[in-house]
């Protein structure tokens, strides 16, 4: 990697629904943040991988776009626990189970491009061509499939567009109309209750840059007029 280059991972994606739920929301109405949080972001990865990255190795940036935003429905979930019983009838099942019907919000036909650079990147390569593990945006059963997957090297740039993804929140005066949402940037695999929270600009509308942006960022080398920005984010920022 040179100081004018930047070699990643370009991977395409797409799916009929996501839902990328908020974390506190338990019960009632499930609200969707408007694209992917980096833990699920990781998650990805790893499904792909197989295995648990280091998360300090890769960086990450992402378009992302979908057909409908916010769109309201309800859907059946189960409420599952081991069954206690030891007599009667009762007794011959090992499970006890009780369904309930909630409201979601879905995301309709999400289309997300995925950049990865840093350490391993052949074999992330491969490992989005041929994934270990089911591929999926947000919850389990919402499956994505890979559209395509290339190599490609990236320039700095800092003026040309800002495309609806996420940005970090000192880039307020460039996208003064994206709102601040704080999402988990990480979670422990090992342990679910260690996450890692941050505050990002979630972009859904192209913006076209006047100024240069303070930090620098990264377009593919076929962008050459007005090239589409993209940040990468770490998926941590502590050791």
Not at 144 to 159: C, G, I, T
Request: aromatic fraction near 12%; charge should be positive; proline fraction near 10%.
């Amino acid at each position: 990697m040179s100081e004018e280059r930047l070699e990643a991972i370009k991977v395409e994606l797409e799916g009929p629904v996501a839902s990328f739920r908020y974390p506190h929301f338990l019960i009632g109405r499930q609200p969707t943040y408007p694209m992917p949080p980096p833990s699920t972001i990781y998650g990805l990865i790893s499904a792909a991988l197989g295995y648990f990255p280091d998360p300090h190795a890769l960086r990450f940036a992402y378009r992302f776009e979908c057909a409908r935003q916010r769109v309201d429905d309800v859907e059946t979930i189960w409420f599952v626990q081991p069954n206690t019983a030891t007599r009667g009838e009762a007794a011959k099942k090992n499970l006890e189970a009780q369904s309930n019907i909630l409201p979601r919000e879905w995301l309709v036909h999400p289309r997300l491009t995925l950049y990865v650079t840093g350490h391993g990147l052949e074999a992330l390569y491969q490992a989005f061509r041929s994934p270990s593990y089911i591929l999926t945006l947000g919850r389990s059963q919402e499956l994505v499939s890979v559209r395509r997957v290339e190599r490609v090297a990236l320039r700095p740039a800092q003026k040309g567009w800002l495309t609806p993804g996420l940005f970090p929140v000192h880039f307020r005066e460039w996208a003064p109309l994206a709102p601040a949402i704080h999402m988990p940037r990480f979670i422990t695999p090992r342990s679910r209750r260690q996450v890692e929270w941050d505050w990002f600009l979630a972009l859904d509308a192209p913006v076209r840059l006047t100024t240069a942006v303070p930090e620098l960022c990264w377009a593919e080398l076929s962008d050459l007029s007005e090239p589409h920005l993209l940040y990468f984010h770490a998926f941590r920022t502590s050791s």
